[in-house]
Structure formats: C-alpha cells, structure tokens
C-alpha cells in the first residue's frame, strides 16, 4: 500500500465521514472521545510495558489500533474544525527548530563521548 499524505488522510476520513447524515460529531464528543481512545492507549501500552498484565478474559488488541483509533479522531476532529493538519505539523516543528533548538542534546559526529 502506498503511503498517503496528512491531506490525503483527512480526505479520505472526510469522505467517510461525508456519507452519513449525523456528519462529524461536535468539538466536545470528539475531545470526549480522544480522551477515550488515549486511555485506551495508554492502558494497552501499560500491558506491554508496564506491570499490570491483561487478565485472561481481556481481548487482545495493538497499540498500532489503538494509534490508529487516536489518529482517525484527531483527524475527524481538525476536519471538523477546517484546521489543515499539515499546515498544524509544520507550525509545530518551525516552534520546535527555533524556540526549542538549543533546549536537547545533540547527537553530533563529531564529538562523540
């Protein structure tokens, strides 16, 4: 499968989304609903690599669904909002290389420890 770009995925959710008549939910359930996906998320991450294991009766399920579910409600949630999430990404890392670019370590070949 081809990669898609941030744009083609928001068409493509938009699309989806563009077939029933309820349309996306309302800024509020989807932050409702990202806040549910993160937990979901984050307990499966704790399962993985954390110390509480899944009980036997719990269903087995990935973080890559889970990053997925998370993705495709921010997704809905930016399009529901007109915000383009490329536009966003690339304001968020120009802050990242200007205000925050002296703030880590840098890995540099030429002065390895």
């Not at 941030?6 to 800024?27: A, C, N, W």
């Not at 690599?49 to 809905?76: H, R, W």
Request: charged share 35%; proline share 2%.
């Amino acid at each position: 499968m081809a990669a898609k770009s941030m744009k083609e995925l928001q068409k493509e959710v938009d699309t989806y989304i563009g077939q029933f008549k309820e349309g996306y939910f309302s800024p509020l359930a989807m932050l409702a609903r990202l806040t549910e996906e993160l937990g979901e998320l984050a307990r499966e991450i704790n399962h993985y690599y954390g110390e509480k294991p899944k009980k036997s009766s719990e269903t087995e399920k990935a973080i890559e669904e889970e990053l997925g579910d998370l993705l495709f409600v921010i997704i809905c949630l930016a399009n529901s909002l007109h915000i383009d999430l490329e536009e966003a990404h690339d304001m968020v890392m120009n802050k990242f290389n200007t205000r925050d670019k002296d703030r880590w370590t840098r890995i540099n070949q030429d002065n390895r420890e």
